[in-house]
């Protein structure tokens, strides 16, 4: 079992920026981790991803060019830095980790953490 702890979700103003962070207990070169997100009321949705291997990155279209996730392996964290924030970017932010290579699908991943609260106001 993978423990994922995030943090870092406040209460942000509008083209504000935030950094998220997640901490897994353990990972090991094969598997991926990302960044899913779910607002209220709304499906839980891709964001990014990273390979832990080769540090491979994947976004939505949603937040390429304002998103940015990084890894430190030697920390077993990943990172989510978060620019030109706006509110439709509010949502709880989940980490999660899949066993095999980086998936947009949710039912790929097999570990989750308990998620973060990001909120844009406008």
């Known amino acids: 079992q993978v423990q994922l702890v995030e943090s870092g979700g406040e209460l942000v103003q509008a083209g504000g920026s935030l950094r998220l962070s997640c901490a897994a207990s353990w990972i090991l070169r094969s598997y991926g981790m990302a960044w899913f997100r779910q607002a209220s009321g709304k499906d839980r949705e891709f964001v990014a991803g990273?390979?832990?291997?080769?540090?491979?990155?994947f976004y939505s279209d949603s937040v390429k060019g304002r998103f940015s996730i990084s890894r430190d392996t030697a920390k077993n964290t990943i990172y989510l830095q978060m620019n030109s924030l706006n509110p439709e970017d509010t949502a709880r932010y989940y980490c999660?980790?899949?066993?095999?290579?980086?998936?947009?699908?949710?039912?790929?991943?097999?570990?989750w953490g308990q998620g973060t609260q990001v909120t844009v106001s406008s």
């Open positions: 990273i390979e832990w291997s080769s540090g491979n990155i």
């Open positions: 999660a980790v899949t066993r095999t290579t980086v998936s947009r699908r949710r039912d790929d991943y097999n570990y």
